[in-house]
Structures are given as C-alpha cells and as structure tokens.
C-alpha cells in the first residue's frame, strides 16, 4: 500500500522555526512535494524535491532523503498567517502528475 | 501564476438529482486534470486522472458511474455527481498541470457540496 506519515497538529510562536516531517511509503517515487491550504481554501504550492538534499524558497526551505523516505518543510520567521494545513504529497513514478497526500498538518501560530 | 478556476464554489441539492462540477484553466492548456475529494480537517484523495479526448482513469474504489469525468478541450474538465446522496457530501477539488513546472499542480479554488 501507500502512506504518508505526517504529524497532526503543530503549536509554534510568532517568529519561530518550526519543521514538520513526513515519512512515506510509496510503490513509485518521482518527488516530494509540499502545499499549504488555508481553511476552505484550496492547497498553494510550497515546494518540491526530487533529489536529497535543501531547497530554500523565501522563509520556506524543504528538505528530502531518498534513502530515508523521508523529508520535512521547515518554516522560519513564523508568522500569524502561516497558521494553515500542510500537506506532504508524493509523485508517483512517471512523472504523470498524480499526487498522494498525506494526511495534513495543522500549524496554529500563535503570539 | 497560472490559474485554476472552480465553479461553482457552493452548491446545495436535492437526494437523487445531479450536480455538474466545472474546472478550467484560464490561461494554459492542461491535458491532464486531477479530481480530488476533501473530508473536513482530512487529506485530499485522488478520485480521478481527467485525459482531454479520452477516458477518465478512475483510483481504486472510486465509483465512474457515480462520478462522472468529461475532459472535452484543453481547458475544461468537469465532474458529474450523479443520484447524488447524503454521504456525496464532501469538499471537491480540482487540480491541473501544465502552467508551469511539471512538478507545480495548481488547484482550483473547491466546491462545497451539501446534499439534502
């Protein structure tokens, strides 16, 4: 079968850092990728990897280990409105678009 | 960005009647579409892999009868309930590529549908 473990809820203050980590356990692996979906809203892009190793985007850095089936998204300088659902999703191999999600971090920031 | 459009947003009916669910991408062409189902506070679950001029390709235990899938142009999917019922209730999203990297999927914006 297919899993994605993520924690369920995160608690964190303004101006913090915080990492939020998935485990996965895929048939196919093409890349790992991270959306963020506000209340009601639709799930945004954050970040992909498809290789080991660090990709920064702004206060957003992901982070991917092969080997380990494993990655994280790590958010820095924490702010109020980074309060949402995160969401680590796989690609399947191929490359043909489909996306497994895991199961969703809530992130509350609070002051 | 390249943008999603969803349509509509809300939508509330009746036990046993249909509800079409729209889903275009405004300013690319996308030949592929994805459908995904939300539960409240819950993951998305892939329902369907939407192909322009062919058939959808259903996820296991996802019901085509039910769900029907029409990808009929390069900018347009769209998602039938049919004989909706209580337990149809759910968030729908939609999602395409082709705006951008291969590995960016853009969402459109769901469709909370109620049936009473």
């Known amino acids: 079968g297919q899993s994605l473990e993520q924690p369920s809820e995160v608690t964190a203050v303004e101006g913090a850092i915080v990492q939020i980590n998935c485990t996965y356990q895929t048939s196919g692996f093409y890349g790992l990728s991270w959306y963020q979906q506000h209340d009601g809203g639709a799930p945004t892009f954050l970040s992909y990897?498809?290789?080991?190793g660090l990709e920064e985007t702004g206060r957003f850095s992901s982070f991917l280990s092969r080997s380990d089936s494993y990655g994280y998204l790590l958010l820095q300088e924490l702010q109020m409105k980074d309060s949402a659902s995160y969401f680590c999703?796989?690609?399947?191999?191929?490359?043909?678009?489909?996306?497994?999600f895991g199961q969703g971090t809530t992130l509350q920031v609070k002051p | 960005g390249a943008v999603v459009s969803q349509h509509p947003s809300r939508v509330i009916c009746k036990s046993g009647t249909s509800v079409k669910i729209e889903c275009r991408s405004l300013?690319?062409?996308?030949?592929?579409m994805f459908w995904y189902r939300q539960f409240p506070k819950k993951s998305l679950m892939l329902m369907a892999t939407?192909?322009?001029?062919?058939?959808?390709?259903?996820e296991q235990g996802v019901e085509k009868d039910k769900f029907l899938i029409n990808h009929a142009s390069l900018t347009l999917s769209t998602l039938t309930v049919t004989s909706a019922h209580p337990e149809d209730s759910s968030f729908y999203i939609c999602s395409a590529r082709g705006g951008g990297a291969d590995n960016e999927a853009f969402f459109g914006q769901g469709t909370r549908l109620t049936v009473v």
């Open positions: 999703a796989v690609h399947g191999s191929g490359n043909t678009g489909k996306l497994i």
């Open positions: 300013d690319f062409q996308a030949t592929t």
């Open positions: 939407s192909n322009e001029g062919s058939k959808a390709t259903y």
């Open positions: 990897n498809a290789l080991d």
